[in-house]
């Protein structure tokens, strides 16, 4: 299939079948239940599921905004063009990638539902060309899920790296030892250090809190439109800018990934993904100013939630359980 995303995603649409608007879901249900019934499958809402397709503008435009995100991913980072071409590791690669990104449960479960949706627009499609295939997610969808469950279903639990130093120590790769440190000391999403470059270096000057000298990195628009300054240690400012000054700052995320679950093993410690580094910077800055005289809860609270660039403090909140 040829054409950009917005063309492809649109055609999958249309042209699958999976488009119900304005068709009536009861009846779409009961007759997914004789299916299930006449094949000997269980009717659970899983597989009745598989026969339904989208019933509403509202969901229709949230899914077919996750194909967009889904297939702009997989063409960054595997240089997908075609996405009829889509297999299993692209899902699985995008899931963690939102997952990483600390994203609600809530709205992992809408990313993956959107996920599972595609599948059967996929095979709709490939049936109406005449090139029938089989498109099936189901079991990293299903992986991801319950490390979605375990990771970002915590509210009352910490995911914070107890050691996240340690955890640092472990990594093997060099570049990967450079970004675990500048999330743990300025508490930067992982998507806003995957690649660093020289006009956002901005110097060195004194921690406003503690009176210590920090390097400032301009964050370039990190989630949610925002942009702003985060601070590091002055060694791995130096660290930081010595690598770009020598060619060009960049991780692989899957790479970094796979380097921070092997390093939290090695440490006896229960992988957190890379967002499990930005709660342990919200925890240990937290303590840091509260150590300050006559800093109040709320103040600290305030100072923490403005350097994680966050819109609502309750938000900040989870992060210090």
């Not at 339904?52 to 240089?79: E, R, V």
């Not at 009352?156 to 472990?170: D, G």
């Not at 300050?292 to 900040?316: G, Q, W």
Request: glycine share 6%.
């Amino acid at each position: 299939m040829r054409g950009g995303v917005k063309w492809q995603v649109k055609e999958i649409f249309l042209r699958s079948g999976i488009n119900k608007r304005g068709v009536s879901k009861h009846k779409d249900k009961a007759i997914a239940r004789n299916i299930c019934k006449m094949n000997g499958i269980p009717t659970t809402p899983k597989n009745i599921a598989k026969h339904l397709g989208i019933y509403s503008i509202q969901t229709a435009t949230t899914y077919m905004d996750s194909w967009k995100s889904l297939f702009n991913h997989a063409k960054a980072d595997d240089g997908l063009r075609d996405l009829t071409k889509k297999e299993p590791t692209h899902v699985q690669n995008y899931l963690e990638w939102k997952i990483e990104s600390g994203v609600t449960l809530k709205s992992f479960r809408t990313y993956a539902a959107a996920c599972e949706k595609l599948a059967i627009a996929l095979e709709g499609y490939s049936k109406k060309i005449n090139k029938p295939q089989r498109y099936d997610f189901a079991g990293v969808i299903h992986d991801c899920q319950r490390t979605a469950a375990h990771i970002l279903n915590s509210r009352k639990v910490s995911r914070a790296y107890e050691s996240p130093r340690s955890i640092i120590r472990k990594l093997e790769v060099p570049a990967h030892r450079l970004a675990a440190a500048i999330q743990l000391q300025s508490g930067a999403r992982v998507n806003d250090i995957l690649s660093i470059k020289p006009h956002q270096l901005n110097g060195i000057e004194r921690d406003p809190v503690t009176g210590d000298p920090k390097g400032k990195i301009w964050i370039e628009k990190s989630k949610g439109g925002k942009s702003g300054e985060v601070r590091v240690n002055t060694t791995t400012y130096v660290w930081l800018k010595e690598v770009i000054n020598n060619g060009r700052y960049g991780i692989n995320l899957k790479e970094y990934r796979a380097d921070l679950r092997l390093a939290a093993k090695l440490s006896s410690q229960t992988y957190q993904g890379t967002h499990g580094l930005r709660w342990a910077f919200a925890q240990i800055r937290f303590r840091e100013i509260q150590e300050k005289e006559n800093i109040s809860y709320k103040k600290a609270l305030s100072i923490v939630s403005r350097e994680m660039f966050h819109k609502r403090e309750n938000i900040t909140k989870h992060y210090l359980t």
